[in-house]
């Protein structure tokens, strides 16, 4: 995981310094981390209390959007969803679209807006 967070970081400098990724979007996706790790602590305290839970899906489409190193976080900190494989599949597959779709913005793969 190191590994991945370390060439994601790369990537989207990278991009920025190409010009490929305006500035702001790297404080769009701290947002996103930072809301996914938040999202998955109130759904873990939810679970333990038997209250309404966040849907996975929510928290599948947080990891999408750019908020997969805050939702890995959260996942090791709080235990929250790691043993439930269907999930992590999800969340794994979120992970890949996501950085590829970065880094096919970043590769000039896809047109700039």
């Known amino acids: 995981m190191a590994l991945l967070l370390v060439g994601y970081a790369a990537l989207l400098g990278y ?12 404080g769009v996706l701290l947002l996103l981390s930072l809301s996914a790790l938040f999202i998955y602590g ?7 209390a038997g209250r309404w839970r966040t849907a996975e899906s929510t ?3 947080l990891s999408l959007a750019g908020g997969w190193p805050g939702a890995w976080i959260a996942q090791r900190l709080f235990r929250h969803k790691v043993s439930k494989k269907s999930f992590m599949a999800v969340y794994w597959a979120t992970v890949l679209a996501h950085v590829a779709a970065v880094g096919a913005w970043v590769g000039r793969l896809v047109p700039a807006l």
Do not use: C, M
């Not at 991009?15 to 790297?26: D, F, H």
């Not at 109130?42 to 333990?48: I, L, R």
């Open 59 to 61: 928290l599948h489409l």
């Open 42 to 48: 109130v759904d873990k305290s939810a679970a333990q």
């Open 15 to 26: 991009g920025v310094w190409t010009g490929r990724i305006p500035p702001i979007a790297l």
